[in-house]
């Protein structure tokens, strides 16, 4: 059974900084594509950020420049480090790999 966990996330003040994780078991992150998604209450889920299997980054416009998505090959983890917190980030951020999804994590950021 395949299994994403996602950690990191909490309740900060807009300007913070946030690192979110998205562990992998069986399938490696190395190998296979990561994507962040997030999805805010009553809002449609959007696209955040990806890291291809070559190492290759992709993010979404609202958070392009704040955001940062990386890999630890080593731990079979990926990491979304996000800088500059604004309100509306406030969304559960979820990964995703081949067809599996993790819980989500919540990221809430006050003013």
């Known amino acids: 059974q395949v299994q994403l966990v996602e950690s990191g996330g909490g309740l900060v003040q807009a300007g913070d900084s946030l690192r979110l994780s998205c562990k992998a078991s069986?399938?490696?992150?190395?190998?296979?594509?990561v994507t962040w998604y997030r999805q805010a209450p009553g809002k449609e889920r959007v696209f955040v950020a990806v890291?291809?299997?070559?190492?290759?980054?992709l993010y979404g416009d609202p958070v392009k420049v704040r955001f940062t998505i990386s890999r630890d090959n080593a731990k079979n983890t990926v990491y979304m480090q996000m800088n500059n917190l604004k309100p509306e980030d406030t969304a559960i951020y979820y990964c995703?790999?081949?067809?599996?999804w993790g819980q989500g994590t919540q990221v809430t950021v006050t003013s």
């Open positions: 995703s790999l081949n067809v599996y």
């Open positions: 890291i291809g299997h070559l190492g290759t980054t």
């Open positions: 069986w399938r490696s992150v190395s190998s296979e594509g």
